[in-house]
C-alpha cells in the first residue's frame, strides 16, 4: 500500500475516533441488530492482551427487565454518593432504561497469574501482582475500546459507565447476570442512536499531552493545581459541549 493509502487510512481512523460521542438520553425506539453485536464484539476480541491472555468476556443485555434493574442499581449508588458529599457530577443513570444496545464487560483477574509473577506471597510478588493487574486492566480496557470503535464506525452514540467495581455492584448485579463469583463486572457499555443531537466534549490539545524523549515539567500539576482543577474545571469538562466552554 502506498504512503497516501495509508495516510488515507488513518485519518479515516481518526474521524471515527473524533465522532465517538457519549450520549446519555438514547433513542428508546431502536433495535441493534444482532449482526451489529457480532461486529462490534468481533473489534473486541482482536485487541492485544498481555500473555495473550484476553482476560474478557462480554454479555450482551437485551431483556429491559434486566436493563431497568440495572439502571436501579446505578441511581441508588448516585443517592449514597450524595449522601455522602462526594460532589460528583454524576448522569441521569435512568438513560441506561433506554439504551438499545449494552454490553456488560466481565474480567477474570485470575489470569493475573499468567503474567510475571512469583506466586510464593512475598513482597516483590506482591509488586508483580499489582503490575500483572494493571496489565490485566489494560488489556481489558484496549479491548472494550475496540468494541466503543466500531458501534461509532456503525454511527451509534455510546455511553460508557463505571465505577462499578465496589463490592456492593458486585453483589448487586453477578446473580443478575449470572456472573460466577470468581470473575468481576468492570463496565457497562452503552450505544445506540441518541435521543438528541450529541455534542463533542473538551479534549486537551497535543501539545497538552506530548513529549519528546524526557517528560516536559511544564505538563506537571501539583496536587494543589489538581485540587483546583476538580473545584473548578471538571464540572464543565464532563458534561457540556466544548464549544461552550469558557
Wanted: proline share 5%; with cysteine.
Amino acid at each position: 500500500m502506498t504512503q497516501t493509502g495509508t495516510l488515507a487510512r488513518c485519518q479515516a481512523l481518526l474521524e471515527v475516533m473524533r465522532n465517538r460521542l457519549t450520549t446519555r438520553q438514547f433513542d428508546p425506539g431502536s433495535v441493534v441488530p444482532r449482526e451489529h453485536y457480532d461486529l462490534i464484539l468481533e473489534a473486541a476480541r482482536h485487541a492485544p492482551s498481555g500473555a495473550n491472555a484476553q482476560p474478557w468476556h462480554y454479555i450482551i443485555v437485551t431483556d429491559p427487565g434486566t436493563k431497568k434493574k440495572i439502571a436501579d442499581y446505578f441511581v441508588e449508588e448516585q443517592r449514597r454518593r450524595a449522601k455522602l458529599k462526594m460532589k460528583f457530577p454524576t448522569p441521569n443513570y435512568r438513560g441506561l432504561e433506554t439504551a438499545p444496545g449494552m454490553i456488560v464487560v466481565v474480567a477474570d483477574f485470575r489470569f493475573t497469574r499468567a503474567f510475571p509473577v512469583l506466586m510464593d506471597g512475598s513482597d516483590l510478588d506482591r509488586q508483580y501482582h499489582e503490575n500483572a493487574e494493571r496489565i490485566l486492566l489494560q488489556s481489558v480496557a484496549a479491548s472494550t475500546m475496540s468494541a466503543h470503535l466500531a458501534a461509532a464506525a456503525l454511527g451509534y452514540n455510546v455511553w460508557w459507565v463505571t465505577a462499578i467495581g465496589q463490592e456492593t455492584a458486585q453483589k448487586a448485579m453477578r446473580p443478575l447476570l449470572g456472573v460466577p463469583e470468581e470473575l468481576s463486572i468492570i463496565d457497562i457499555f452503552c450505544f445506540g442512536p441518541a435521543a438528541k443531537a450529541p455534542y463533542k466534549r473538551w479534549k486537551k490539545k497535543l501539545d497538552e499531552i506530548r513529549s519528546w524523549d524526557r517528560f516536559d515539567m511544564k505538563q506537571f500539576m501539583t496536587l494543589d493545581q489538581i485540587g483546583e482543577w476538580i473545584k473548578e474545571t471538571r464540572h464543565k469538562v464532563m458534561y457540556r459541549d466544548e464549544s461552550k466552554i469558557d
